[in-house]
């Protein structure tokens, strides 16, 4: 199956996006995770977590794979669970393992690495990850395929069909923001079950079951 949602409005998105940068970004994304910027607090004082705390709790797992898991604050906040952070090298090296450092980690690329790993997770948690890519049908088709049990999506973008635009990220460093078609994106779901989703700020949080 091919995947494209680029429009003729978008200028640079096959430029590098923002997390493969190795020279701001790091310590933002510390920053960040501290509470240390203007604004912001750890995770579970953050607006979002709340609903992201109620799609775990709905779910009977021991093992979490946290796609795309910066600096890994997931893995401090749920401590009680098999627990492995899945990011680009210089992420898990440079914030990850900065902020958590006795946390697991392996490291992950979506547009390389294979998605197979995934299969011995109970539950993948992929916390504002996919909008951040610019091909994000083509990494949920792979996640749906590859994930153990449950799914949850959380902080996603979603229109009447997939588009990409920009933001300004950590740093103030240009990006991609992905929203996905909800029509294609249902179309995805062949042996999956939508247990609970809820809209927020943020987009939407869904967490889905593989039958």
């Not at 429009?7 to 995770?33: H, S």
């Not at 705390?53 to 009977?60: F, G, I, K």
Request: hydrophobic share 40%; net charge negative.
């Amino acid at each position: 199956m091919e995947f494209n949602c680029f429009t003729k409005m978008e200028k640079n998105l096959t430029d590098p996006v923002a997390w493969y940068d190795n020279d701001v970004l790091p310590q933002q994304m510390i920053d960040g995770a501290l509470g240390n910027l203007p604004g912001w607090g750890r995770l579970e004082e953050s607006e979002h977590f709340k609903v992201l705390d109620s799609l775990v709790q709905l779910v009977p797992v021991n093992s979490i794979a946290d796609l795309g898991c910066g600096a890994a604050e997931v893995g401090r906040v749920y401590s009680n669970m098999n627990y492995v952070g899945l990011d680009l090298p210089h992420i898990i090296e440079n914030v990850a393992k900065v902020v958590n450092p006795n946390l697991s980690y392996t490291e992950f690329d979506a547009n390389k690495s294979d998605y197979s790993i995934l299969q011995n997770f109970d539950l993948i948690i992929c916390n504002s990850f996919i909008s951040e890519l610019p091909n994000p049908l083509e990494v949920v088709d792979k996640l749906l395929k590859n994930m153990g049990r449950y799914l949850i999506i959380h902080r996603q973008y979603f229109d009447e069909s997939t588009r990409l635009d920009t933001y300004k990220t950590y740093g103030n460093l240009d990006t991609v923001r992905s929203h996905i078609g909800l029509q294609e994106f249902n179309n995805l779901l062949t042996n999956h079950v939508i247990i609970k989703e809820e809209n927020n700020v943020f987009g939407k949080s869904i967490l889905i079951e593989k039958i």
